[in-house]
């Protein structure tokens, strides 16, 4: 088989795919003498758009290859697809940026991204960060794309070594055939403010979830060492009133809430961060 071009051409990319041996009933049925086993059923990756498909027997014995037919064919376009919707730097030091991203590949998977700052992949000032899965609810793209699904966003602020006017540019990461896909570069001004303080591990809430009973909380793991902390601890969401140590005792007005602890982490020098726990099941 040979896609783009016949054989012998410079655009055909040749393929072979026998021995042709799968059942056809009607090959039998047709010719008696040779048997069912005579068919073929093969897929190969090609590029995308529009593809002429030539699929040639080979001869056995005296004789010659013969061109059983051609064939246009669709053929999708194999590379992940999306969109680089938003890029700034809301601190010093911090560059954002947001859209979504999607293989066709494997449509309803969550694909990774890299985001390079300074300049594109493979460039020596390139400062490259990689990030996913792209998971993010996008109910736009879920309506363009039914097959796909809504969660494929990306938004996300991340730290960066460059400052002044940078080039930001963000590559989707496919799956299965095709390449990476650029999907968009723009330029932010990232400011030289102090570093925010980031979580890299949200605190955890320990105890037992039963009113009179008494819950802890962890700090949580942050990007800078030694950083001081506080408390504060929710009900269903909403801010507990003086509720504000390492500590939580849980009182009758917690009854069927689920509770979580926001944790904020300080440091001269840098700008606070903060992370909140997962919700505990219903206190009883």
Do not use: C
Request: charged share 15%.
């Amino acid at each position: 088989m040979y896609v783009g071009g016949p054989a012998g051409s410079p655009e055909g990319r040749g393929y072979s795919i026998g021995p042709a041996n799968a059942s056809r009933p009607d090959v039998g049925a047709a010719y008696p003498g040779v048997g069912d086993n005579h068919g073929y059923d093969a897929v190969v990756d090609a590029a995308g758009g529009t593809q002429v498909v030539y699929v040639y027997a080979i001869n056995v014995g005296s004789g010659q290859n013969v061109l059983l037919g051609q064939r246009s064919v669709a053929v999708a376009d194999p590379n992940p697809t999306g969109s680089f919707d938003q890029a700034g730097s809301p601190q010093g030091g911090e560059v954002r940026v947001a859209g979504w991203t999607f293989d066709p590949n494997d449509p309803q998977a969550a694909i990774s991204f890299h985001v390079y700052v300074g300049g594109p992949a493979g460039d020596p000032n390139g400062e490259g960060h990689a990030f996913g899965p792209a998971d993010g609810s996008r109910p736009d793209v879920g309506s363009a794309f039914p097959a796909a699904g809504s969660n494929h966003g990306y938004d996300l602020t991340f730290a960066t070594g460059k400052t002044g006017m940078q080039p930001v540019y963000v590559y989707a990461i496919n799956v299965g055939p095709g390449d990476n896909v650029l999907l968009g570069s723009t330029t932010v001004d990232v400011g030289t403010g102090p570093p925010r303080i980031r979580s890299t591990g949200a605190p955890r809430i320990t105890g037992v979830m039963k009113v009179g009973r008494t819950l802890r909380a962890t700090v949580g793991v942050w990007s800078v060492s030694d950083v001081d902390v506080t408390f504060r601890w929710l009900r269903d969401g909403k801010v507990i009133r003086g509720a504000d140590a390492r500590s939580y005792r849980l009182t009758p007005a917690s009854r069927g809430k689920r509770i979580t602890v926001r944790v904020t982490a300080r440091k001269t020098g840098y700008t606070r961060g903060s992370a909140r726990s997962a919700p505990t099941r219903r206190v009883t």
